[in-house]
């Protein structure tokens, strides 16, 4: 996407109804010498740079497949605010932060005859399913599937990794307590270990609908689906194999 997007790409229909009344006044005021030079209001400012965050959003939740709907938010202008009307297209960029998600700056320029620049603040609130608690859950406990939820929230408001799947946190490891609907991340879980070295274990080797189990010793300690290194006792070769369950490591033929 172009960092410098007029904001004739995208329009909504305030902003339309905005940009004709200006046009409208732009002319009225071209035949009459003595008037004001023309000016460009807050709203149509305002307007532009909810187009523009309209479709900078819209860009960043497919460029990024990301799934969730957002709601825009541009903060009030100084309605004392004077601009002399732009004769050239307005170009609106996002200033800060680098995506266009929480607290956003939007700079709308003018690069006409008498240049201007204005900064438009504009909250973007993304709303996504994400993990949460559904109890008060202990440290050190493991993440059961009555534990967790999927419910909306504001991911914009999350500083740390979410969860979008309550598969992402079940057998998981609670680092940290936490209360009633509260939104899981990254920060609270820990892979929790089902294997540890020295354990003995069944080693399961599959091809296809064949199977061949052995009995093998752990090498490294393991958490569900991770790979560790695992001693086969009966050939006494060291292997990597898959932790599929306490006791239990898998490794394709």
């Known amino acids: ?7 004739f790409r995208r329009l909504t229909s305030t902003c339309r109804r905005l940009l004709g009344a200006a046009a409208a006044a732009c002319l009225f005021n071209a035949g009459s010498p003595a008037l004001a030079d023309p000016l460009t209001l807050p709203d149509l400012l305002i307007g532009v740079t909810q187009g523009f965050l309209e479709f900078t959003v819209e860009d960043y939740l497919a460029s990024s497949q990301t799934e969730g709907r957002y709601e825009i938010e541009v903060k009030q202008l100084d309605p004392r605010l004077r ?51 559904t109890r008060p859950l202990k440290r050190a406990g493991i993440i059961e599937p009555a534990d967790v939820i999927l419910r909306e929230r504001d991911i914009s408001l999350i500083n740390q990794g979410y969860l979008t799947s309550v598969d992402q946190a079940i057998g998981q490891k609670i680092v940290r307590p936490m209360v ?11 892979q929790a270990e089902v294997v540890r070295k020295g354990d003995q274990v069944v080693i399961t080797a ?13 090498l490294a300690n393991g958490g569900l689906n991770q790979q560790i290194r695992v001693k086969n006792l009966n050939s006494q070769r060291v292997i990597k194999a898959q932790v599929m369950a306490p006791g239990q490591v898998e490794v394709a033929m």
């Open 83 to 133: 601009l002399p009307t732009c004769d050239k297209e307005l170009t609106a960029s996002l200033e800060s932060p680098a995506r266009p998600v929480g607290r956003v700056t939007v700079k709308v320029r003018c690069d006409g005859t008498s240049p201007w620049t204005v900064f438009v603040p504009a909250q973007v609130r993304l709303f996504r399913e994400v993990v949460t608690s």
């Open 180 to 190: 009633n609907d509260q939104v899981i991340t990254l920060v609270h879980l820990e």
């Open 206 to 218: 599959r091809s296809g609908t064949l199977s061949v189990r052995m009995p093998g010793e752990a």
């Open 1 to 7: 996407m172009n960092a410098n997007t007029t904001f």
